[in-house]
């Protein structure tokens, strides 16, 4: 039996200066379960526009059932404007976008209340909106799935609400070198280096696992 995984938040294009490219950390996880052999969706919102229909299209050539994924008329597809400076990216994530305003269809609830494995993150909940469908979402997961918060804090789109909200109903979390102290700070944890920060964590939200990812090392 496949193992059923689901992805939900944002999907969107990567505007790079070479072109752009997809992306969005709830559809890389989504693609990447995918190609493993997982039976992965993604739950997400596109427009009624050109680039939505591309990413449609990527999806479904990825081998997707696109039936998760909303069109909006109001609002345009997700994009991402990249522009490098001294060899490094920064990021514009462009606001009021689709998938701040993905909605809880009737398939996007069918496919959470079979899921093995739920993936979510910080960014996705930026918007009033999307934050109150990725919880109605997650309310529908089985007791022993794994929920996996991904924490993304990107510009400004985080708080502690957020944070403190997400990793309550998470049962794993996945963050970076850079934003484990951030975390830590805005939660109020404390400890000495990364290990104790990482115990901390997992204590205070009675979570299963922690991943630290540490870029080049």
């Not at 998938?99 to 093995?116: I, N, Y």
């Not at 930026?126 to 804090?153: C, G, M, Q, W």
Request: proline share 3%; hydrophobic share 45%; glycine share 8%.
């Amino acid at each position: 039996m496949n193992y059923r995984v689901v992805g939900i938040g944002e999907v969107l294009w990567d505007l790079l200066p070479e072109g752009k490219r997809l992306g969005g950390a709830p559809a890389n996880f989504a693609c990447h379960a995918m190609a493993l052999g997982a039976d992965a969706s993604i739950i997400t919102a596109v427009g009624d526009d050109a680039l939505g229909k591309e990413i449609l299209d990527a999806l479904t050539e990825r081998g997707f059932d696109v039936d998760t994924v909303s069109t909006h008329r109001r609002y345009p597809t997700g994009t991402v404007s990249v522009e490098m400076a001294d060899g490094q990216p920064n990021y514009t994530i462009h606001d009021d976008v689709a998938w701040d305003h993905l909605l809880p269809t009737r398939e996007a609830e069918f496919a959470v209340s079979r899921a093995h494995a739920v993936c979510f993150g910080s960014l996705s909940q930026r918007h009033a909106d999307s934050r109150k469908s990725i919880e109605t979402l997650l309310s529908l997961a089985p007791s022993a799935a794994l929920k996996v918060f991904d924490v993304n804090l990107r510009q400004s789109y985080y708080d502690e609400g957020i944070l403190r909200s997400s990793f309550t109903v998470a049962n794993v979390a996945k963050l970076n070198e850079d934003e484990l102290p951030i975390v830590c700070e805005v939660l109020g944890l404390q400890g000495a280096d990364d290990r104790a920060r990482l115990v901390a964590l997992i204590d205070a939200f009675a979570l299963k696992a922690v991943a630290l990812t540490r870029g080049g090392d």
